[in-house]
């Protein structure tokens, strides 16, 4: 057990999805795994357990922001033994080219500052995907015929934003979109020499207003959820 984990040891896989939101996390155990079992509910946050094509998985919400992600994933990595940590979740599209419903794999995760800042200093360190997993679910999503981005997303501390200024720099050095989890994710796999993958549906454009209904957020969720278990099952056969 840790402060917000109360799995027994052994109760959480080595891989772990990690949607923003809990029930999201239920939605998925209950779909695409076999056998899920709850393992934490602590604070309204689940994590369940089952396999998928006879593969252990964990799937446990972050919840949102990068301090949220941070203690989950410092817990399920430090406590429990997690080497290879996916998120799945939505994202805002800052280029012109990337269309709702698109699928992004974050490459790279530029930020302004992180939960890790304070052990970096003076650092820019530069947090990016781990390579086998990004090829895995680029492959995963060309075979599934997904519009499929590959490349640098920002990881802002702040949904509502009132640095316009900061949208159109990001813009103008070709970041993909802007969501809130992923650079610390690949700070703390870095770190303890995990793998990460962060997979992202456009949920809303920045540039242009738009924004999913509600329904056509879940087909998206379902597909993040297959091209996640995919890739990080990809080698393992
Ligand atoms: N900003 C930050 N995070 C997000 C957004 C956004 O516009 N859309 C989905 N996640």
């Given at each position: 057990m840790t402060p917000h984990i109360r799995a027994e040891p052994g109760q959480i896989a080595e891989?772990?999805?990690?949607?923003g939101d809990p029930l999201r996390a239920r939605w998925a155990a209950e779909t695409f795994l076999d056998a899920p079992e709850l393992v934490n509910d602590v604070r309204g946050m689940l994590g369940f357990t089952g396999t998928?094509?006879?593969?252990?998985v964990t799937i446990h919400g972050s919840g949102m922001g990068m301090p949220s992600l941070s203690i989950y994933a410092n817990e399920l990595i430090a406590t429990y033994g997690a080497k290879t940590?996916?998120?799945?979740?939505?994202?805002g599209a800052m280029q012109a080219h990337v269309a709702l419903r698109d699928v992004i794999l974050a490459q790279t995760a530029s930020s302004l500052s992180t939960p890790s800042s304070g052990i970096f200093r003076e650092i820019a360190f530069a947090p990016c995907a781990d390579f086998g997993l990004l090829r895995s679910a680029?492959?995963?999503?060309s075979r599934?015929?997904?519009?499929?981005?590959v490349g640098g997303i920002y990881s802002s501390d702040v949904f509502y934003d009132e640095r316009p200024d900061l949208t159109e720099i990001m813009t103008r050095h070709g970041i993909l979109a802007v969501e809130m989890e992923a650079a610390e994710l690949y700070n703390l796999a870095a770190r303890h020499g995990c793998r990460a993958l962060a997979v992202l549906t456009v949920s809303d454009h920045l540039l242009t207003g738009e924004a999913l209904p509600a329904a056509d957020r879940q087909t998206g969720f379902a597909e993040m959820v297959e091209i996640a278990l995919e890739a990080a099952f990809a080698s393992a056969g």
């Open positions: 891989t772990v999805l990690m949607p998928w094509r006879g593969h252990r940590l996916i998120r799945i979740g939505s994202c680029a492959d995963a999503a599934r015929g997904t519009g499929v981005h």
